[in-house]
């Protein structure tokens, strides 16, 4: 019984833009549906692996396109999985909430420059049919199922129907009813010329009914006279099926490269780089690995962000979630591996036991790696362009890739005080730069370049002529406990511990000054600290400062302000962080709240300064106010206390 159905309101709007909106390249469509039933036969050719019953209908995997001119359709067909009643209501019905909203906000906000071709990212291919019809029909029947099969159809107006039917074999029929202006497809050579262009190298055959007239001839060859053309039918294929990592890279075009690339990735742009490569000895596997340009949007959509390089073993796809191939901090990856080693019937307790999986880890690691080594050493732009898309995911090595820590330290890059915004620098470069007498890598800690440039904690670095690196990543506070040292030289948190950046023979000579300052201020000191009290770990006097009058600082083993930050918005109840408060002995400020102190310990004025020197330490660290009112009112009292001795 017919039953129809309204789509989801999502899917409504997602129609409208599909129709309405994206016009440019309307051939995608035949890609899509052409992907979507090569997924369909590696699902069935997977599960055939231990269920073999799923042949007995029909073992050859075939892929078949068939146009009916009168009807004014155009039918993509497989022998795959097929669906059953929910599966279609799921697949098709309906879309994943989170792909659809973020790819309609993505059209919304781009009608006239963004890419059909984005919809494949996205998981909702299918919808691209009705960028050329204006009915679309889907026959489908579940492998193994006892259900003679299902029909979904819609004309795209917001309704859907889902009916049962008859279909005699496992697999599925999207019929397409071409709109007038895109008959077109109904033409064996725009057919051609479109599987060539994009689905050349799919591994099942793309078939097509071709008729063709032929001439009857005599002995000598020459037609015979009065005999009208017999008109034949031919299954042709049309695709030439050799896996494009399987062929020489000398045999493979640039255009191939790139359009296998948007067949994996489902990105509408090039590519950043393409790396295709060959292994023989321990194991043997081929591999084809794109870096993307920028992040695919499903790296941020849950359902989607676990796939990865897709696994075949001797051409049988197995998986693209293999978290066993690739390590987590190269999950942009997108690509093949190949592998001649492992078992067809390979399960997840296999792949994680595997010594060939690892082997196979072990060099696409490097590989990558070496790639990206190579990149940053002869094309500057170009791995900086790569550092701004997936710098972040490749500090995660750091923490999680013991072995090749040190290749990831030669690749980590980093804004710096010596550097205009947006210019970024290695640990190599910088160190290729410090001062004889510089022994350590100085850096600091913000949420942003600005925070970092104008921490009062970066004072005396710049006063000496020493580069600060600028860690503003939210992961690079996470990351420093592996991040400790570079080629024997220790990377040192400024705004963390005691700092101490004068050579010996200026310690000698500031020795006098320092222990007067610590004798002059050791009253207010103690004073400050207890109007403070809990608020504050420690008041000391600070090496670090030169212009302003205070600053907090973590102790040596402490949580930065950034992390601190992290931690609060994982778990609001994460407890706050007792800092150091640091003064500036040489500042005006504190020489005159230490005449105040000197004149009368229990001036009132001394714990509103001190108050206030603390809240403005907490303003430069970027940190909340604990009372922002009581903050205003001391700043309002200040500027009329200020203002009346002005007009005196």
């Not at 036991?353 to 082997?359: F, K, L, M, S, V």
Request: charged share 35%.
């Amino acid at each position: 019984m017919s039953e129809q159905r309204p789509f989801k309101t999502e899917v409504k709007k997602l129609l409208d833009l599909v129709i309405h909106s994206l016009y440019s390249n309307k051939e995608i469509f035949l890609r899509e549906l052409i992907s979507n039933a090569s997924d369909a036969i590696d699902r069935a050719r997977f599960e055939s692996l231990k269920d073999e019953s799923i042949l007995e209908d029909d073992p050859e995997w075939k892929i078949k396109i068939t146009v009916d001119k009168e009807a004014k359709t155009l039918t993509v067909s497989d022998n795959g999985i097929g669906m059953n009643a929910e599966e279609l209501e799921q697949n098709i019905g309906t879309i994943a909430s989170s792909g659809t909203k973020r790819f309609l906000e993505q059209l919304q906000e781009n009608k006239d420059s963004l890419s059909p071709e984005l919809i494949g990212q996205f998981g909702v291919g299918f919808y691209s049919a009705f960028m050329v019809a204006h009915r679309v029909k889907v026959v489908t029947r579940r492998a193994g199922s006892a259900d003679q099969g299902v029909a979904w159809e819609s004309q795209g107006d917001g309704f859907y129907t889902i009916t049962p039917t008859t279909r005699e074999k496992r697999g599925t029929d999207v019929i397409v009813y071409l709109t007038p202006e895109n008959e077109e497809y109904l033409d064996e050579w725009k057919i051609r010329k479109t599987v060539k262009r994009f689905s050349d190298f799919v591994e099942h055959p793309i078939n097509m009914d071709i008729e063709r007239e032929e001439v009857e001839r005599d002995d000598q060859g020459k037609p015979i006279e009065g005999k009208e053309p017999k008109k034949t039918i031919t299954e042709e294929t049309l695709n030439s099926r050799k896996a494009i990592w399987q062929r020489p890279k000398n045999e493979v075009t640039e255009e191939e490269y790139k359009e296998f690339y948007r067949h994996v990735s489902h990105d509408y742009q090039e590519p950043l780089e393409t790396i295709h490569w060959q292994v023989e000895g321990q194991t043997e596997f081929r591999a084809l690995i794109y870096i993307p340009r920028k992040p695919l949007f499903e790296m941020f959509m849950p359902e989607q962000r676990d796939r990865g390089i897709q696994l075949y073993v001797r051409r049988v796809f197995i998986t693209d979630k293999c978290e066993e191939l690739t390590p987590g901090y190269l999950r942009f990856l997108r690509g093949v591996v190949d592998s001649s080693d492992l078992p067809l019937n390979v399960s997840r307790e296999i792949l994680q036991e595997a010594r060939a999986i690892r082997i196979i880890q072990k060099n696409l690691v490097k590989k990558v790696l070496d790639t990206l080594a190579d990149m940053k050493e002869k094309n500057p732009e170009r791995y900086q362009e790569f550092w701004t898309g997936f710098g972040t995911m490749l500090k995660e090595g750091l923490h999680t890739d013991f072995e090749n820590g040190d290749r990831i330290k030669e690749l980590l890059m980093y804004e710096s005080s010596h550097l205009e915004a947006g210019k970024r620098t290695t640990l190599a470069e910088y160190v290729s730069r410090m001062p004889e007498h510089q022994k350590e890598i100085y850096y600091i800690t913000a949420e942003n370049r600005t925070a970092a440039a104008n921490a009062p904690q970066l004072e005396a670095f710049k006063a000496k002529g020493y580069e600060v690196l600028f860690f503003t990543d939210p992961i690079d506070d996470w990351l420093s406990q592996d991040l400790t040292s570079y080629k024997e030289k220790t990377l040192r948190n400024i705004g963390k511990g005691d700092v101490d950046i004068d050579s010996e023979e200026e310690k000698a000579a500031k020795e006098e000054a320092r222990k007067q300052a610590e004798a002059d201020n050791k009253d207010l000191v103690a004073a400050m600290k207890e109007i403070l009290g809990d608020k504050v770990k420690e008041v000391r006097l600070s090496k670090r400062l030169t212009e302003s009058a205070c600053c907090l600082v973590s102790d040596e083993w402490g949580m930065g302000v950034h992390m601190e930050k992290i931690m609060k918005a994982m778990n609001p109840d994460t407890p706050p962080t007792k800092r150091i408060l640091e003064l500036n002995p040489d500042h005006s400020l504190i020489a005159a709240l230490r005449q105040v102190h000197a004149k009368d310990a229990k001036d009132p004025k001394l714990a509103e300064y001190t108050e206030m020197l603390y809240d403005e330490a907490l303003l430069t660290a970027q940190l909340p106010l604990e009372d922002p009112l009581a903050f205003a009112k001391r700043i309002s009292n200040l500027m009329a206390d200020s203002l009346q001795e002005h007009l005196k």
